[in-house]
């Protein structure tokens, strides 16, 4: 049986690509899965897929990284699948696990996906600090204008309204509220 699994990484991805190159490729079976290929994330589609292969079967995906993401990993699963007599095609490469030449282009092209992997964390990484560098930070942009903030600030120190009055009035929720006013428990503790 030639058994096909396809994998996305996020909701907003689809996987209609891939579907439609494992079944063109003669797959009888596709397993679909929306999930991280990241060592250790959950993938119940991949488990089931390793579950129900047979000796014989042919386990097709479309590009190596759909397997996982380090040589290690890969290494492992290649080792598995053999002992087990499956048989691995990758469309996207010439392989064919079942021969030296298959399996050593196997294992450069899973170290060169791990240095991909790598640089790009790395790229990341770096980036981010070329931002800090600069004063910018992560995370999303404030929304609550100084202007907001002063009025939220006067109407609590007037006592009229509670912080999810306040909140409301001012258009964010309570834990943003807090996040910016100055309360008298930190007036209290900053001797003010």
């Known amino acids: 049986m030639i058994v096909g699994y396809a994998r996305v990484s996020t909701g907003e991805q689809n996987l209609d690509r891939q579907r439609d190159e494992l079944l063109a490729d003669g797959a009888e079976k596709?397993?679909?899965e929306v999930g991280s290929g990241k060592k250790g994330a959950p993938r119940p589609k991949w488990d089931e897929v390793l579950r129900n292969l047979r000796s014989g079967d042919t386990l097709?995906?479309?590009?190596?990284s759909r397997l996982g993401r380090n040589t290690g990993q890969l290494g492992a699963l290649v080792d598995e699948l053999k002992e087990r007599e499956i048989w691995l095609r990758i469309l996207n490469l010439p392989l064919d696990t079942t021969t030296a030449t298959g399996r050593l282009l196997y294992d450069v092209v899973g170290a060169v996906a791990a240095?991909?992997?790598n640089l790009l964390i790395e790229r990341t990484n770096s980036g981010l600090a070329a931002a800090r560098a600069r004063g910018r930070k992560g995370g999303r942009r404030r929304t609550t204008t100084k202007a907001q903030v002063a009025k939220a600030q006067d109407l609590y120190d007037k006592r009229e309204l509670t912080i999810s009055e306040i909140a409301a009035v001012i258009g964010v929720s309570p834990r943003t509220m807090y996040r910016y006013l100055v309360t008298d428990a930190q007036r209290d503790r900053d001797g003010a």
């Open 115 to 117: 240095m991909e992997r």
């Open 60 to 64: 097709v995906v479309t590009e190596l």
């Open 30 to 32: 596709v397993y679909e």
